[in-house]
Nanobody, 129 residues
């Protein structure tokens, strides 16, 4: 059974940094996909960053490209999200999620929330501007 537990959320200044971490216990290296979503009330869950477990390919939403970095530590079984140059619009609940079967981009669709099999409970990020 795969369990995903996020940590590292909190408050940060605009322009500052935070690192989120997701423990992915029970996950075995696969051809699937894992990554981070952000949810803001009334806007649904948006994919922020993804990691293809098969080959380590990473991808980012346009809103965070160049500022966020996703990384996987197989020894620790964690998936981290380094967030730099934070902006007010980065605030929200961050969830890590995974799909064990399909790559992050499949049928031309990147990282759709409805496809994820496993979800953490989320960690809240707030930004002080």
């Amino acid at each position: 059974q795969v369990e995903m537990v996020e940590s590292g959320g909190g408050s940060a200044q605009a322009g500052g940094s935070l690192t989120l971490s997701c423990e992915t216990s029970g996950w075995r290296k696969s051809r699937g996909c894992m990554g981070w979503f952000r949810e803001v009330p009334g806007q649904g869950r948006e994919g922020v960053a993804s990691f293809d477990d098969r080959d380590g390919t990473t991808r980012y939403s346009d809103s965070v490209k160049g500022r966020f970095t996703i990384s996987r530590d197989n020894a620790k079984n964690t998936l981290d999200l380094q967030m730099n140059s934070l902006k007010a619009e980065d605030a929200g609940m961050y969830y890590c999620a995974a799909d064990s079967e399909l790559p992050c981009t499949y049928n031309s669709k990147w990282f759709p929330a409805h496809r994820m099999e496993y979800w953490g409970k989320g960690t809240l990020v707030t930004i002080d501007s």
